[in-house]
Nanobody, 116 residues
Framework: QVQLVESGGGLVQPGGSLRLSCAASGFTFTNYVMQWYRQAPGKEREWVGLVSSASSIPKYAASVQGRFTISRDNAKNTVYLQMNSLKLEDTAMYYC?????????WGQGTQVTVSS
């Protein structure tokens, strides 16, 4: 059974940083692309970025390019989202997901609030 557990969210001032984690279990983590999404109140879920499986190459949405970094630790079955230079508009619930055996699995999310 695929399980994804996000953590690391919180309240941060504009310009600050946070690092989110997503701990995965129930599948062979190294074989799968991992993605981050976010959803702000009243808005649709938005793709943030991904990290590939074998080569760990990341890709990002234009809105976070240059500020966010996605990485993975295959030994720990964990994917990270390092968020720097946070803006008010980054406030959202952040989710990781994995597409495993034809099914998309989501974590429960972790809340990030950027506020002065």
């Amino acid at each position: 059974q695929v399980q994804l557990v996000e953590s690391g969210g919180g309240l941060v001032q504009p310009g600050g940083s946070l690092r989110l984690s997503c701990a995965a279990s129930g599948f062979t983590f190294t074989n799968y692309v991992m993605q981050w999404y976010r959803q702000a109140p009243g808005k649709e879920r938005e793709w943030v970025g991904l990290v590939s499986s074998a080569s760990s190459i990341p890709k990002y949405a234009a809105s976070v390019q240059g500020r966010f970094t996605i990485s993975r630790d295959n030994a720990k079955n964990t994917v990270y989202l390092q968020m720097n230079s946070l803006k008010l508009e980054d406030t959202a619930m952040y989710y990781c997901n994995a597409y495993v055996n034809g099914e998309i699995s989501w974590g429960q999310g972790t809340q990030v609030t950027v506020s002065s």
